[in-house]
């Protein structure tokens, strides 16, 4: 349960828009001074793994996957200037200690994540509605999407009814994560060609040049995938839009 005290379903205002920053070294500033946002942390671990990626198959691929990882050389010359190999840290280790200052972002994944099996109808819709109500509120383009990706969970699933896909279970599940990407973007920005988070998703061999968000995804999907992933996209921002503040 949330500390005693913590109020779920707010969130205070104007984070840090660093999945925007051009450059690892004004990223490492934002996320390493005192008092920095999940946000800029997540944002932050995301361009390590990426600056820290190898830029060379370790064999001969399709002419696709050549071409990703040229596109993973032009973004790591072009960003990542001030990197020298340091270690990213984990989600696992970022939510909870975020949690722990009182981050009600944080707060919101760590009761999402201790979801017991055995947990009751009620309870799951009960989170369920703060976790969305979070969603709502956030200024965090992060735990938008991690809160999102939660609830594609097969406890809250199982609970919410979705349109018939008449897609394969993998493609369905892909086509809903891809979906709550897009819906981060909408909400967002800070997701055209080149940016940190479409590298993020795309690496190490799905990049391709010029592609946005929504290219990515429609690269990655059939069609009737794509229309799903829109159609999930739509579905959340429907059930989340924008507090007006």
């Not at 390590?48 to 596109?71: D, H, L, N």
């Not at 109808?121 to 999407?145: F, G, K, M, N």
Request: aromatic content about 6%; some cysteine.
């Amino acid at each position: 349960p949330a500390a005693p005290g913590h109020d779920l379903t707010r969130t205070p205002g104007n984070r840090a828009a660093t999945y925007a920053a051009t450059s690892y070294a004004a990223i490492e500033a934002e996320a390493t001074r005192a008092g920095a946002s999940l946000d800029s942390q997540m944002a932050h671990a995301d361009a390590g793994r990426i600056c820290g990626a190898g830029t060379r198959p370790k064999s001969t691929f399709a002419e696709s996957v050549e071409t990703s990882y040229r596109e993973l050389a032009r973004f790591q010359s072009r960003f990542c200037g001030g990197y020298a190999g340091q270690v990213p840290a984990h989600l696992l280790e970022l939510v909870p200690a975020a949690a722990k200052q009182g981050d009600r972002d944080a707060l919101v994944i760590q009761e999402l994540w201790g979801l017991p099996s055995e947990a009751m109808p009620e309870e799951i819709e009960d989170l369920r509605a703060i976790a969305l109500q979070q969603a709502r509120v956030t200024s965090s383009a992060s735990a938008y999407r991690i809160i999102h990706e939660e609830l594609l969970g097969e406890a809250f699933q199982t609970h919410h009814t979705s349109p018939i896909s008449f897609l394969d279970e993998s493609e369905a599940s892909l086509a809903r994560g891809l979906g709550v990407a897009i819906a981060s973007c909408d909400r967002f920005g800070g997701c055209g060609a080149g940016s940190i988070l479409v590298m993020a998703y795309c690496q190490p061999f799905n990049c391709a040049p010029g592609h946005d968000m929504r290219a990515h995804v429609r690269s990655r999907l059939t069609a009737r995938g794509f229309e799903e992933a829109l159609r999930y996209a739509r579905e959340i921002q429907s059930a989340t839009p924008q507090a007006t503040r």
